[in-house]
Structures are given as C-alpha cells and as structure tokens.
T-cell receptor
Framework: DAMVIQNPRYQVTQFGKPVTLSCSQT?????MYWYQQKSSQAPKLLFH???????NEADTPDNFQSRRPNTSFCFLDIRSPGLGDAAMYLC?????????????FGSGTQLSVL | AQTVTQSQPEMSVQEAETVTLSCTYD???????LFWYKQPPSRQMILVIR??????QNATENRFSVNFQKAAKSFSLKISDSQLGDAAMYFC???????????FGKGTRLSVIA
C-alpha cells in the first residue's frame, strides 16, 4: 500500500528540456518535501511546503520550481536541466508536529540528463 | 546552522555480529530529534529508529539501538545480530523543533559479510 508515490521511477530528459516530476500522497500530511540525492551523497533539501506555505532553501537554484495544487500532490519542475541535475529526486511527507514526526519517503525518481 | 557528521564512509560486519555506526551533530537547540534512516540499493528511505532529545533513555527497536550522549552531541547506532538484509547506506539525521526539515549526514555504507 504505497503511501507516497513518485512518478515516473526513471525519467530521461535532454539538456535544457523542461521536465516535471510528480509526487502524490495518501496520508493527508500537511508537509511535503523535495530532496535531491546525487550518487553516494546525502539527500539535500530543495524546498518544502507547510500546507500551501512554500519554503525555498537558500542554495536551491532558480532552475528548480515547485507547485502544490492541493494536499495530495506536489510537483518539481526543472526549467532547463543541466548535466549536473542528474540525480535521484526524493519526495517525502510528514504530519505537522513537534519535530518527532517521521518522514515518509517515496521511492524516488531517478533523473538522467542527456 | 545545524550539521550532522558521519565519520565512517564505509563499515563492514560479519553476519550475526554487532556493529556500531557513529554520528555527531552540532546544534544550539535544546529541543530536537534524531533519526537513523536506512537506504538499501532500491533507494527507498526507511526509518530505523528515532530519539527525542529530552528523553534520557536510549531508543531501541528490536536489533537496533542507539547510544545517545546529549552533552557530547553524539548519536551512534548499534546493530546486533547483523543480517544480510542490513546491508545498506545508513544516514543519521537531525530535526529541530517544530516543522523544520531533516538535515542528513553524508551516510555510512554498511556491508554484511556472510
């Protein structure tokens, strides 16, 4: 019973061609996160939503945008992918709380840029 | 800014033996939460164990336990009776109070030798 679903599992795009990754959740969690994880590295937070309140990390490139049209869905848009954007993109959700709430992760989308 | 340091890029353990993974962190907060996540080759992030900083008692989950030393800002993970399925990347993570996002360490790759 998948709770955080990311589509597609693998995505191939061309250099400079816009691409959108999607994430949906059945948990009704307030908070949704997008992490970028490059090979053999720690996940790096790009941005997160608390309900509709968008929070961008200071070092997230302008090339990355996000949309959250409703509680269940969140999208990551990469406007002009470069070779350096090839990575695993992880979506996660959590309930709003005191910080002890665990994050539920999707299976990720592996993005390749040709 | 909070930082999480995992000083062991790779570790190995014999099946059925015990292994300890190290983690230190830096924070000025008194209220926070610590986590260990496991990421197998499938790349799915799985919560292993969590600890609330206000609790003195070390968390345990079956074969997994932590040694939480608040004054030393240390949070090590002990895996007892190691199994082949424990082979994975292990990430230590910190979360401050409220809805602040997780900050990950760089990870420790654990190999289990049959």
């Amino acid at each position: 019973d998948a709770m955080v679903i990311q589509n597609p599992r693998y995505q191939v795009t061309q250099f400079g061609k816009p691409v959108t990754l999607s994430c949906s959740q059945t948990l009704n969690h307030n908070v949704m996160y997008w992490y970028q994880q490059k090979s053999s590295q720690a996940p790096k937070l790009l941005f997160h939503y608390y309900d509709k309140d968008f929070n961008n990390e200071a070092d997230t490139p302008d090339n990355f945008q996000s949309r959250r049209p409703n509680t269940s869905f969140c999208f990551l848009d990469i406007r002009s992918p470069g070779l350096g954007d090839a990575a695993m993109y992880l979506c996660a959700t959590s309930r709003a709380g005191q910080g002890s709430e665990k994050l539920f992760f999707g299976s990720g989308t592996q993005l390749s840029v040709l | 800014a909070q930082t999480v340091t995992q000083s062991q890029p790779e570790m190995s353990v014999q099946e059925a033996e015990t292994v300890t993974l190290s983690c230190t962190y830096d924070t000025s907060e008194s209220d926070y939460y610590l986590f260990w996540y496991k990421q197998p080759p499938s790349r799915q992030m799985i919560l292993v164990i969590r600890q609330e900083a206000y609790k003195q008692q070390n968390a345990t989950e079956n074969r997994f336990s932590v040694n939480f030393q608040k004054a030393a800002k240390s949070f090590s993970l002990k895996i007892s009776d190691s199994q082949l399925g424990d082979a994975a990347m292990y990430f230590c993570a910190y979360r401050g109070p409220g809805n602040t996002p997780l900050v990950f360490g760089k990870g420790t790759r654990l190999s289990v030798i049959a």
